[in-house]
């Protein structure tokens, strides 16, 4: 059976589940499933699971089946045919581009929807004993990257080699580096792999 797949950009959850209900419908003739799969952005995983997956199946009597990846990992996923998806929901169109379109790909997918998006920023947890040092970062009265190197501050981000955030985060602390005029701000991160900080994105957002 070949299915018809679509690629959404970030923040395209509406449209995605437009966009599944239609290539669902393309394929039910053929295999009778009434299930739409999606593979999405693991920074997606809350809207998706604990909303708009159950909404979508109760507004059309279809059921929904999710399934978080980092979004360079999904779509080498598909490439490599371990993953066939209904729907793909991307955090990086740079990943659908060079990873699932064209010939060098075998044309896996004809198109996108870029839908929005947002900034890279860092994310606290209310409760931490730090919080009152990351609102005063917030404030402008505190830079961001002193309150990183406090002795017992935790700080997580994503893998470089599957996650679009992971390997932004890796761009970001570079600029940040000249921008500051502090060379030492790329050197918090360590090894882009480091192990005291990389995760897998549904596992950083648990920790938080």
Same mark, same amino acid.
């Given at each position: 059976?070949?299915?018809?797949?679509?690629?959404?950009?970030p923040?395209?959850?509406?449209?995605?589940?437009?966009?599944?209900?239609?290539?669902?419908?393309?394929?039910?003739?053929?295999?009778?499933?009434?299930?739409?799969?999606?593979?999405y952005?693991?920074?997606?995983?809350?809207?998706?699971?604990?909303?708009?997956?159950?909404?979508?199946?109760?507004?059309?009597?279809?059921?929904?089946?999710?399934?978080? #990846?980092?979004?360079?990992?999904?779509?080498?996923?598909?490439?490599?045919?371990?993953?066939?998806?209904?729907?793909?929901?991307?955090?990086?169109?740079?990943v659908?581009?060079?990873?699932?379109?064209?010939?060098?790909?075998?044309?896996?997918?004809?198109?996108?929807?870029?839908?929005?998006?947002?900034?890279?920023?860092?994310?606290?947890?209310?409760?931490?004993?730090?919080?009152?040092?990351? #609102?005063?970062?917030?404030a402008?009265?505190?830079?961001w990257?002193?309150?990183?190197?406090?002795?017992?501050?935790?700080?997580?981000?994503?893998?470089?080699?599957?996650?679009?955030?992971?390997?932004?985060?890796?761009?970001?602390?570079?600029?940040?580096?000249r921008?500051? #005029?502090?060379?030492?701000?790329?050197?918090?991160?360590?090894?882009?792999?480091?192990?005291? #900080?990389?995760?897998?994105?549904?596992?950083?957002?648990?920790?938080?």
């Amino acid at each position: 059976m070949t299915r018809a797949r679509s690629i959404i950009g970030p923040g395209a959850l509406s449209l995605a589940l437009l966009v599944a209900s239609a290539a669902l419908s393309s394929c039910k003739k053929s295999s009778g499933d009434n299930t739409v799969s999606v593979l999405y952005a693991g920074s997606l995983a809350t809207a998706l699971e604990n909303g708009l997956g159950a909404a979508f199946s109760k507004a059309t009597g279809i059921a929904y089946k999710g399934e978080a #990846q980092g979004s360079l990992g999904g779509a080498r996923m598909i490439h490599d045919h371990l993953r066939s998806p209904d729907v793909f929901i991307s955090a990086d169109p740079t990943v659908n581009e060079t990873v699932l379109m064209g010939d060098k790909n075998d044309h896996l997918v004809s198109w996108f929807a870029t839908m929005a998006s947002s900034q890279l920023v860092l994310a606290y947890n209310p409760k931490s004993r730090f919080a009152d040092k990351f #609102q005063a970062a917030a404030a402008n009265a505190m830079p961001w990257y002193e309150v990183l190197q406090i002795p017992g501050v935790r700080f997580g981000r994503g893998d470089p080699t599957t996650d679009p955030k992971g390997y932004r985060t890796l761009f970001l602390f570079d600029l940040a580096g000249r921008h500051y #005029q502090k060379p030492g701000i790329p050197h918090m991160l360590g090894e882009p792999l480091n192990p005291a #900080q990389v995760f897998p994105e549904i596992v950083l957002l648990a920790r938080v």
